[in-house]
């Protein structure tokens, strides 16, 4: 294959989001200009997975180590997964928004939305495609302030909040990028990645932690790594469902390229960090999955969850990087990798899958909240074995893909356990048990997700007559399902036969064995299933229909579990890390009876990083500004003392 | 016959104890009346520099601000506050002998400021000398607290950077001094009209009532 | 050819005072077109490299793209005073001989911006920069309003007293100029140029001093800034876009000046750029903690003016890549902050207040004004493809390896002025204000063309900067130090 026709087709996949917007733009009084931008978008999307697949291909032969693109750069093998799962998105997201974006036509300007959609879609693709530091810091900001408007798409109070945090978040986060990579590149602003991994070879080893820590916080941040993650779950549920899934699914994958791309620069990674790291990425997921379980907000569990995705991933990384270093836990490295990979990939599926399901479900019963949905299996049975196969893949539970990966990740720490020196076992463990915890808490939180909104009867008028279900909307979503069925099916027994390692930089093959069937886990799920239902079917039993045990009161549908209650043994037991808080006020009804009373409970949690850092961060600096504000008192003297003050100062000093 | 330093010496010597007397003035006729004899002997100085060195443009500037000065700014200045009634009290933070005090220990200051930077003694002087009408100027404009106050502030300090240029270099190239004078007459043009606004608006040239831009 | 740009500027003052008002305004816009059409013809040219150098005129590259920008802003900032005077003659809030008034002195700020950057002679620079603060003192009392009055003492008081005090450096520098040449005492810079390497270094150090707290007045550097937001925030709208957006800048050019005479006098940039580049740290900082806890939109963007020059000021203490990322922001700061100027001012005639408690929704009964004030807010905060991104980028680049701290302490002012713009801007454009009234729809005029113009220009130069040719001329500097 021509790597020239390979480029082009890149070439076509980054300019089509922006002829597409300023043709929705032009076309705006029409009313099919919204779809007619959607379907360009796709087909970019699609030009784009093509120009992946055949690149991907050429690349595995051998016979190409990177790709030119035109004027624009070099494309070199770690970044075509990367752009695959962009482009994917891409298509996924702009196929689902043909017809969702179209009932919201009087809340989001949708012109607008759809070029900063643009501008959204070609900065992710330029953060991959960017040859040189300046050009990766541009497509970076680009990227990030076309993401802020998608956040305040729908120019609400909460949205324009959430935005506000996510600007600075994001500010901050380019802020410590640029610093981490000028430090590397000693102050020349002009170097490519070639050049600056070069000149980083001759720092020292400050320079090189201060760089490190620096692009460790500004990639870490926009992933939602903790403490710089509070954007995060404000932030994605405010956007469109559409480009909430591709906040979720694919910008936060391009922090982690950033991240990997940005370690190849340092010519030797320093073990302290990856402590660091590791530990940050544990402590980002258990908060992550954390608050996952014990969250109302449909949308908001799912922006909660991809932080605990994010935060295995990082994990998965510095684990990666602690074993490959060491001779004894040599052999492990891989299998961190290939979780990595898989991770990637299946958070992308079924995260953007579940949060299109979401925009389904709030679009259909216009609330998020899961206290007032239920029931929707009945109305919509396909739809939510669809939304059941993405709920399992989010809890990594066989035979969806993301069992497989956390597989390769549980194996590898279960053999650390055996080799290596005592720190690094003790290590294993550690990491072993966390794993399990955040494994646990997200089964819990993908149950209640999944029971609460499908099963049951439901809690409100809203949810009772949601409206008919479009195929679609529904399409995406079931995509996403099916591919994620899929990988679990043939990822792991095709990539085994694959060098992950190339894409680290390290040529490593994962070892034969070290994995397992993922058939054999189908049909040891699947055989049960099917012995139950011929059973049924042969002896043909009846199905009795009659009340329920009802203790002698009717049954509501308020008296089913709410998500209130039913993560209260979480919240319980996590109680001080949820800053939980409880009021109950009381009052008699009669002033005369005190037996016959009224209460009121008041329940919050907090997340106890924004209580503990956030706030009083913020509170603070404003607390200075407030007294810098004094310096303008108004008086006209005292401007003039100022003046011959630095005068008489400066004259004094510099001479 | 005198000397260049004598001329200068003298001449800065008068001009600053006039200046120190200038300071302590709190009714503007006497103010005014000091800045006239302050403008008086920056003229003359110019007069003389110009009679000793040689220098025909500098008969020119000493007359100019003669003009300027002494005869036409101040007049203005008289003219519009009796004509619109301005209160001829004028208002500062510090009393009349603080002023006068802290005004010997600025010239003392500047002298000494000068003393250290330049090695020859007729610089001294005139750097001293000028450096203490800029300072006394500077203190004029910190602390009155009315409009007036503050315009002759910035007046002193304009003569005492005349007074500068005159003594270090022989004054400027010519259409530079012009410039200078035809700002300074703009500039207090624009005085008079913000001080008569100030009366219409607030009835008084108290600087606090300009108080109220804070953030 | 020079002086024919300076005939049109009294021409236009001339006319502003005694063509009766029918005329006016046509007069006035032709006036200015041919102003800049003018400046243009005769700047371009220079920008490649060139000088011009008749009689009193002396133009280098940099005077010549300062005095494009003049020309530029000032014929936006004309056409869009049109239908803003007209409103408010029509609104009763002032007068025709007000009007008038309006535009002679406009006119008179405007001969005299040019004149600053268009003279060989320090000392008619010198006076012409007192001649622009006493020109514009009037416009900022113009509005009969209560703050007004005090905006204009503050700001004369202020700058005349700054700018004397750069007249003792201007002093300081002749001195040293009749020391070392005594047979030719000449305040012509090109000249003083060519001594420059004989001037004593003790007195030019002080001079230095003198010019760079003084006219550092005017330019708005911290701690000298206290005149500016009110002066900027009290005048009329158009008048604050070209009060920020060039009046400042060519102070600065005053002071750039004295700094190549004082680095040729020293034998190098360092101790020029370590004063340059603390007073531009400090201009960042302090501006960062008014803006967090605003409640004035005018105000706001008068503090990020004083935020900008300080920038502008480290990137000239920075070396040549410094220099140009300064050109650069020089020039984008002004297309931008006099488009949100003008945005400021149509806001304010129809919200009739500066209050963010007062103004809301601009968005849905102004989408014109307020898109266009969307786009020139994310063009200040130094979105791509503005051309503010490159020079912060370059910013960065220069003060990491050269003085951390200081990168420490501008990262942290711009993460919060950032906050402080979203903070109240976002809000301005898209949420209701409480309990207010209701404000009538607006209709396209042609402050919306001049800041669609602005737009255009913004956007085209950072691409400009982004593709080859920007990136030719940088990896040339580039190449030049490392």
Request: one cysteine or more.
């Amino acid at each position: 294959m021509d790597p020239l026709l390979i480029s082009r087709l890149f070439l076509f996949a980054l300019a089509t989001p922006a002829f597409a917007a300023l043709l929705g733009l032009l076309l705006r009084r029409v009313s099919w200009s919204n779809t007619l931008t959607q379907v360009l978008f796709a087909l970019s999307g699609l030009v784009g997975l093509g120009a992946v697949a055949l690149l991907a291909l050429e690349m595995f032969a051998g016979s190409l180590s990177s790709l030119q693109i035109g004027g624009l750069g070099v494309l070199q093998p770690l970044g075509v997964p990367f752009l695959g799962i962009i482009y994917a998105g891409v298509l996924l997201t702009s196929f689902y928004s043909i017809a969702a974006l179209a009932k919201y036509k009087e809340i989001y300007v949708l012109p607008w939305l759809n070029v900063a959609s643009a501008l959204f879609l070609i900065g992710m693709q330029a953060v991959v495609l960017a040859p040189s530091v300046l050009t990766f810091l541009l497509a970076w900001e680009l990227m990030s302030i076309a993401a802020y408007f998608l956040v305040i798409a729908d120019r609400t109070e909460d949205s324009l909040r959430a935005g506000f945090l996510y600007f600075v978040m994001t500010h901050l986060g380019f802020l410590a990028l640029a610093a981490g990579l000028l430090i590397l590149s000693g102050g020349n602003p002009l170097l490519s990645w070639a050049e600056l991994a070069q000149g980083a070879a001759t720092l020292g080893a400050l320079p090189l932690s201060l760089a490190f820590a620096l692009l460790f916080a500004g990639f870490g941040s926009k992933a939602g790594l903790v403490p710089l993650h509070q954007w995060l779950p404000y932030a994605h549920p405010q956007a469109p469902s559409g480009s909430s899934a591709l906040l979720s699914g694919v910008m936060l994958k391009v922090a982690v390229f950033g991240f990997l791309q940005s370690l190849t620069f340092f010519p030797s990674l320093l073990f302290p960090w990856m402590l660091v790291v590791l530990l940050l990425g544990l402590v980002s997921a258990f908060f992550g999955a954390l608050h996952a379980a014990v969250e109302n907000d449909a949308k908001r569990l799912l922006a909660w969850s991809s932080i605990e995705n994010m935060g295995l991933i990082f994990a998965g990384i510095a684990l990666y990087f602690l074993t490959s270093g060491t001779a004894a836990l040599a052999p492990l490295a891989p299998l961190f990798a290939l979780f990595v990979m898989l991770h990637i990939l299946n958070h992308f599926l079924f995260k953007s899958g579940l949060f299109m399901a979401a925009g389904v479900i709030q679009s259909a019963t216009h609330t998020r909240d899961l206290d007032s949905l239920g029931g929707l299996a009945r109305r919509w049975p396909l739809f939510s074995g669809v939304v059941l196969a993405l709920s399992l893949a989010a809890a990594a539970l066989p035979p969806l893909g993301t069992f497989f990966g956390e597989w390769a990740l549980v194996q590898a720490l279960a053999l650390g356990l055996g080799a290596g020196d005592p720190a690094s076992r003790f290590t294993a463990l550690l990491v072993l048990s966390s794993v399990a915890l955040v494994g646990g808490l997200a089964i819990f939180a993908f149950v209640k997700f999944f029971s609460l909104v499908f099963l049951g009867r439901a809690r409100t008028e809203a949810a009772e007559h949601a409206g008919a279900l479009s195929w679609i909307l529904a399409t995406p979503v079931a995509i996403c399902a099916l591919l994620s069925l899929g990988v679990g099916l043939v990822a792991f027994p095709l990539i085994s036969g694959i060098p992950v390692g190339k894409l680290f930089g390290a040529e490593v093959v994962v070892a034969p064995g070290a994995g397992i069937d993922p058939t054999l886990v189908a049909l040891i799920l699947a055989a049960p299933a099917l012995a139950l239902w011929l059973i049924t079917r042969v002896l043909r039993t009846k199905i009795r229909i009659t009340d329920t045990w009802d203790c002698g009161a009717p049954l509501t549908p308020r008296m089913q579990y709410t998500s209130t209650g039913f993560a209260a043994p979480i919240r319980f037991f996590f109680r001080t890390l949820l800053g939980a808080r409880r009021e109950i006020i009381t009052t008699p009804v009669v002033a005369s009876n005190p037996w016959v009373t009224k209460k009121h409970l008041d329940w919050q949690i907090h997340s106890i990083w924004e209580v503990w850092l956030y706030k009083p961060l913020g509170h603070g600096i404003v607390r200075v500004a407030h007294s810098v504000r004094r310096l303008q008192s108004g008086v006209v003297q005292f401007y003039l003392l100022l003046v011959l003050l630095t005068l008489i100062l400066t004259l004094f000093i510099a001479l | 016959m005198i000397s260049v330093f004598a001329a200068t010496a003298a001449f800065g010597a008068m001009m600053v104890v006039v200046a120190l007397i200038l300071i302590s003035r709190m009714r503007f006729s006497s103010l005014i009346a000091m800045f006239r004899l302050l403008s008086l002997l920056l003229a003359g100085f110019a007069f003389m520099l110009g009679w000793m060195e040689g220098e025909r443009p500098l008969f020119a500037v000493g007359a100019l601000v003669l003009i300027v000065k002494v005869l036409l700014i101040p007049e203005f200045l008289t003219r519009i506050a009796k004509k619109y009634n301005i209160n001829l009290r004028l208002q500062s933070y510090v009393r009349p002998t603080t002023a006068t005090f802290g005004g010997l220990a600025i010239v003392a200051l500047s002298f000494l400021a000068a003393w250290r930077f330049i090695q020859e003694p007729s610089d001294v002087v005139a750097l001293g000398a000028s450096l203490s009408l800029v300072m006394l100027g500077m203190l004029l404009l910190l602390t009155r607290t009315d409009m007036f106050g503050q315009a002759v502030g910035f007046l002193v300090t304009e003569n005492g950077i005349f007074l500068l240029g005159l003594a270090m270099t022989g004054g400027m190239p010519f259409f530079v001094e012009i410039g200078i004078l035809f700002d300074l007459c703009v500039f207090v043009t624009l005085i008079i009209l913000l001080v008569l606004r100030a009366q219409a608006e607030q009835g008084s040239l108290a600087t606090e009532y300009l108080r109220e831009l804070v953030d | 050819m020079i002086t024919a740009l300076f005939l049109i500027g009294s021409l236009s003052a001339i006319a502003a005072l005694t063509l009766p008002k029918r005329a006016l305004f046509p007069a006035v816009s032709t006036l200015s077109t041919a102003l800049f059409a003018l400046a243009a013809y005769i700047t371009l040219p220079l920008l490649a490299g060139g000088t011009l150098q008749s009689g009193v005129w002396y133009l280098d590259p940099f005077a010549a793209l300062l005095l494009l920008i003049i020309a530029f802003l000032q014929w936006s900032a004309t056409l869009v005073s049109v239908p803003f005077i007209s409103t408010e003659l029509h609104e009763g809030t002032i007068d025709v001989a007000h009007a008038r008034r309006y535009f002679a002195l406009l006119s008179a700020f405007i001969f005299s911006m040019m004149l600053t950057v268009a003279v060989d002679n320090l000392g008619l620079m010198w006076v012409a920069l007192e001649a622009t603060t006493l020109a514009t003192t009037l416009l900022v009392s113009f509005y009969p309003r209560k703050g007004s009055l005090e905006a204009a003492w503050k700001y004369i008081v202020l700058c005349s007293t700054g700018i004397s005090l750069g007249l003792i450096g201007l002093l300081l520098t002749y001195y040293a100029a009749t020391v070392a040449a005594p047979d030719l005492p000449n305040i012509d810079w090109t000249y003083l140029r060519s001594i420059a390497s004989t001037l004593s270094p003790q007195i030019m150090q002080i001079a230095f001093i003198f010019v760079l707290i003084g006219y550092g007045t005017k330019v708005g550097l911290a701690p000298m800034h206290a005149w500016l937001p009110d002066a900027h925030s009290r005048a009329p709208a158009p008048i604050s876009a070209m009060l920020s957006g060039v009046l400042l800048n060519a102070a600065l050019f005053a002071i750039l000046r004295y700094k190549t005479l004082v680095d040729a006098s020293l034998g190098g940039g360092e101790w020029t750029s370590v004063l340059l580049v603390f007073f531009g740290v400090l201009s960042t900082l302090i501006p960062a903690a008014f803006i967090l806890v605003q409640t004035d939109y005018k105000r706001l963007l008068a503090y990020s003016s004083i935020e900008h020059m300080g920038i502008t000021a480290i990137l000239f203490g920075l070396g040549p890549l410094g220099a140009f990322a300064a050109l650069v922001h020089l020039t984008g700061h002004a297309l931008t902050k006099s488009m949100l100027f003008f945005g400021a001012g149509n806001i304010l005639h129809a919200w009739k207040s500066t209050k963010f408690e007062r103004v809301g929704d601009v968005m849905k009964t102004h989408p014109y004004t307020g898109g266009l004030f969307l786009f020139g807010v994310f063009a200040l905060l130094a979105a791509p493809p503005s051309p503010l991104f490159f020079s912060e980028y370059l910013l960065f680049a220069g003060l990491i390896s050269t003085h951390p701290v200081a990168f420490a302490l501008v990262a942290f002012a711009l993460l919060v002025i950032g906050a402080g713009f979203m903070r109240f801007l976002m809000p301005l454009l898209f949420s209701p204000v409480r309990g207010g009234e209701s404000v009538e729809r607006e209709t396209f005029n042609i402050s919306h063309g001049a800041m669609m113009v602005h737009a255009v220009l913004i956007v085209s130069f950072g691409v400009l900067l982004a593709t080859n040719a920007g990136q030719t001329i940088m990896s040339a500097i580039a190449a030049s130090i490392f």
